[in-house]
């Protein structure tokens, strides 16, 4: 077959082109590789990046750091796993995404298994026990925690104080309502309500969920979404976002018409998370000496004045060609006093390293915060944040959850009923679907079973 001179030149360029991708140099990686999903941790790591290279004998020692989009980073890793592409000798994770790995049995999990070390070192005696939990899967640690992320009560200390209200009187959430109550403005052009809790934003239901004792799951990864802690934290947010007795608005975070709510008065307060407040300052200036913080009102008299939200960790992959050499690394970032205070000067965030409690920086006055010391706010309650859950089934059991708790807002809607009690058997019953659910995704997982019948023996 004679070929025409087009497919010739094709032929001679695909063959040019692989001999020029043969003899083409592939320069070879030298040093170890960080992945860091945040720019700010980015910036902030920099200086200490620099530092801890200088001080390496070769280049080969050296850390090169890369930001990688929070969902893609998680992707990657994933996809590297389990397909043996190459991964990073350290990465950062989100807590958001940390369940997807623990889906299948311990020895699968791509994060190197750094329990023995950590319990060696005694770091889980230097950092607060609940920091661990988001990384801690059947027993085992496979990240160091970056922060606490305790969570207080923004409030708009203008309005609040113009009106000669006394926070320190609010101890409970019924205070809470029963005293701002009065601030509330209805059926005007510019209403204000008290609390930007909404059942389409999930992640202030787990918050008050938490602080109440409640929960996805138990120690052991069992579903408990049907229980009476939950029943009675989602009657009150329906009994908060509906009917006549109404104190919530919808003003999510990162939400360009929740910002505007909050900067115009239209709701007075928010659930905090530490990495909140440092959000908050880069997004919301125009609020700066119009907010305040307290601790969260607790659901019962001398009950959790606080709960829990978001996390990041470091962890080493099991590929990582030299793991002591990763180790040193990630102390050297999660354990020096100097990046603690960068930390909290960037991202107002608390390091989890109790030793680092006392630093002054925390005590300083924050303009912010009409002068408040933030940082010793949060540290007075990052001792008391509640465990969370590593089950690879919380992102769903999230979304049945809130799932139920807007069937249950439908319902209060038909019926006209809204008080609490009157709320919780049907509760019950939307969470009884909820754990339904999440039971019959788990009972398809045989390496969740044997786990749990191995810890139940």
Known sequence: MQLSPGSWSILVLAACSSLAIALWPIPVRQGETFWTF???????????IQDWNRAQATEKDHVTE????????????????????PVPDMTEVESSSISNFFSGPL??????????????????????LASFSPWTNRGRIFGLPQDVHPVLLAYRADVVEAAGIDVTKIQTWDDFVRLMRPLIRTGSESPRYLLNVWDTN?????????????????????????????????????????????????????????????????????????????IWKKDLPGLGGKIKLMPLPAWDQGGLRTSVFGGTMLGIPKRAP????????????YFD??????????????????????????????????GQPSGRLFVQMAAQVPLRTSSPYKPQAAIDVNNALIRLRRFAESKNIYDVPSLISQAHVELAAAQADIERQIETNAFLQLSAREAHE
């Open 66 to 85: 890369y930001v990688i989009g929070m969902g893609t980073l998680a992707r990657r890793l994933q996809s590297g796993f389990l397909s043996g592409t």
């Open 337 to 370: 006093p100097d990046m603690a205070r960068a930390l909290f000067k960037t991202d107002s965030i608390i390091s989890p390293v109790r030793a680092f409690w006392s630093d002054p920086v925390y005590d300083e006055p924050n303009p912010y915060f009409c």
């Open 38 to 48: 945040s720019l700010d941790h980015a910036a902030m790591y920099e200086p200490a």
């Open 107 to 128: 020895d699968a999990v791509g994060f190197t298994d750094l329990t023995d070390r950590i319990h060696q070192e005694g770091l889980d005696q230097q950092m607060t």
């Open 322 to 333: 030299d793991f002591e050499k990763s180790w040193r690394f990630a102390k050297h970032l």
């Open 202 to 278: 999930p992640q202030d239901m787990e918050i008050l969920m938490l602080q109440a004792g409640g929960g996805f799951f138990d120690g052991n990864l069992k579903p408990v979404l049907n229980s009476d802690v939950n029943a009675r934290v989602l009657s009150t947010i329906v009994n908060w976002i509906a009917g006549p007795q109404r104190i919530c608005m919808n003003a999510p975070a990162f939400d360009a018409e929740g910002n505007y709510l909050f900067l115009h008065g239209n709701v007075l307060c928010s659930l905090m998370p530490d990495w909140l407040a440092g």
